[in-house]
Structure formats: C-alpha cells, structure tokens
C-alpha cells in the first residue's frame, strides 16, 4: 500500500484544518487507518484510527471531541477533520495502514505495515 498524506499547513489556535490520505497499491477497504503525529522532540505517536468499514473509531483523549477520522473507501481516501486546533497540535502528521485492530485503548505507538510521508502542522497562539 502506498500512502500519501496532504492537507497540512498553518492555521491560527481555533481553526480547522483537513487532512486527507490517499492510498494506493491494495484493497484500500481491507485496512484500518490510522492517523499519527510526532512534534518535535517527542516520540510518534497515534492521534485516530478507523475500522475497514469506517465503523469503529479510536481517539486518543487529548483530541476526544476536535477531531473526527473519516474514509471514503470508493475514493481509497481517509480523511481527519482537526476543529478547535491547539498550538499543541502543532507536529508532523502521518497517516499508516494495518490490518490488527487494537480495541479501544490504542498503544501509544502500535506496530503499523505501511506508512505515508509526513504533512505539517502548525497551529499558531
């Protein structure tokens, strides 16, 4: 699978921004999605995940109620919906596919098969 992350930019605290992924390669439904970021000196870790079917979704608490994971299967597309943005948000952002689903409580950075390049994000006080 081959993964292509765009979308990111800089925004002010409060606004919103899109991120979108497209794939490429295999069967684009087969995969859970997932979402990640890494700021600067810390370590990557996992922000969204998505089912297959786009039917079960994962939030890690800190962006519980801002963000929303999306996928278009007909599009090979998965998309983040970042509303309410915090300077803290503020990373590299990079999208992974997997075929495990890790339940309700996500590793902070759980093994993934592919992985897209990056796209930045930089939220502004």
């Known amino acids: 699978v081959q993964l292509q992350a765009s979308g990111g930019g800089l925004v002010q605290a409060g606004d919103s921004l899109r991120l979108s992924c497209a794939a490429s390669g295999r069967t684009f439904s087969n995969y859970i999605m997932g979402w990640f970021r890494q700021a600067p000196g810390k370590e990557r870790e996992v922000v969204s995940a998505?089912?297959?079917?786009?039917?079960?979704?994962y939030y890690t608490d800190s962006v519980k109620g801002r963000f929303t994971i999306s996928r278009d299967n007909a599009k090979n597309t998965v998309y983040l919906q970042m509303d309410s943005t915090k300077p803290e948000d503020t990373a590299v952002y990079y999208c992974?596919?997997?075929?495990?689903?890790?339940?309700?409580?996500?590793?902070?950075?759980?093994?993934?098969?592919?992985w897209g390049k990056g796209t930045q994000v930089t939220v502004s006080s």
């Open positions: 998505i089912s297959g079917s786009g039917g079960i979704t």
């Open positions: 992974a596919a997997t075929r495990l689903w890790y339940g309700s409580n996500w590793p902070k950075t759980p093994r993934m098969d592919y």
